[in-house]
Nanobody, 116 residues
Framework: HVQLVESGGGLVHAGGSLRLSCAVS?????????MRWYRQAPGSHRELIAT???????IYADSVKDRFIISTDSAKNQLYLEMNNLKPEDTAVYYC?????????WGQGVQVTVSS
């Protein structure tokens, strides 16, 4: 059974930075399973913003490209999202996600608030 727990959210001024972490526990293979970050702003659908596959291949939504960096540390069982030059429109609850042949797994979400 795979469990995901996010941390690192908070309140930051526009232009600032935050790093989110997602601790992965259970029987999970970072090499073969894609990991993703989603976010959901109030009144909006959950949005896929970043994907990492096989620890090095990354894909970003246009809304965060060139500002956010997704990475993993398999030795620490961690997924990260480094967020730079944050904007008020980045305010949302951020979720880490992964799946394997047994199912799909979501973290509980962490709030990020960017003030103008």
């Amino acid at each position: 059974h795979v469990q995901l727990v996010e941390s690192g959210g908070g309140l930051v001024h526009a232009g600032g930075s935050l790093r989110l972490s997602c601790a992965v526990s259970g029987d999970f293979d970072f090499q073969y399973n894609a990991m993703r970050w989603y976010r959901q702003a109030p009144g909006s659908h959950r949005e896929l913003i970043a994907t990492i596959i096989a620890r090095t291949n990354t894909i970003y939504a246009d809304s965060v490209k060139d500002r956010f960096i997704i990475s993993t540390d398999s030795a620490k069982n961690q997924l990260y999202l480094e967020m730079n030059n944050l904007k008020p429109e980045d305010t949302a609850v951020y979720y880490c996600f992964t799946s394997d042949l047994r199912g799909a797994y979501w973290g509980q979400g962490v709030q990020v608030t960017v003030s103008s």
